[in-house]
C-alpha cells in the first residue's frame, strides 16, 4: 500500500475488512477505526455493492475501490489531487491485494 502513497495528493490507504474495521493503514491514523466505521456505513446506503465510490468536501477527496465483496480499499487524498490517476492506481492496487489472496 506504500506504492499508493506515492501519488501526489493522496494522503491516507486503509485496506477495510468484511467486519467493517481496517485491516491495515498507512501511514498510522488513530481515527482509522471511526473514518473505516463512518466509510462502511456509506458503502450500506448503496443500493448495490458500489464497484468505486468518490466524495468531496471542502477539505479533502475520498476514494474507494471494491477489492472483493468483503473488502474496500479506500484513500483519503487532497483536493489537488488528480482523480482520474489516483483511481487507476488503487484499482492497479485492488486487482493486485486480490491477487494475494
Known amino acids: 500500500m506504500q506504492d499508493i502513497l506515492e501519488c501526489e495528493g493522496i494522503l491516507w490507504v486503509v485496506l477495510i475488512g468484511p467486519d ?46 471494491r477489492v472483493d465483496e468483503n473488502r474496500i480499499l479506500l484513500a483519503v487524498a487532497s483536493l489537488s489531487v488528480n482523480v482520474g490517476l489516483a483511481r487507476s492506481i488503487l484499482q492497479d492496487a485492488a486487482a493486485r491485494i486480490l491477487d494475494l489472496a
Open 20 to 65: 467493517a474495521l481496517p485491516i491495515t493503514n498507512t501511514p498510522d491514523n488513530p481515527d482509522a477505526e471511526a473514518i473505516v466505521a463512518n466509510w462502511h456505513g456509506l458503502d450500506l446506503l448503496a443500493p448495490e455493492i458500489p464497484a468505486k465510490m468518490m466524495i468531496r468536501t471542502n477539505e479533502k477527496i475520498l476514494l474507494s475501490n
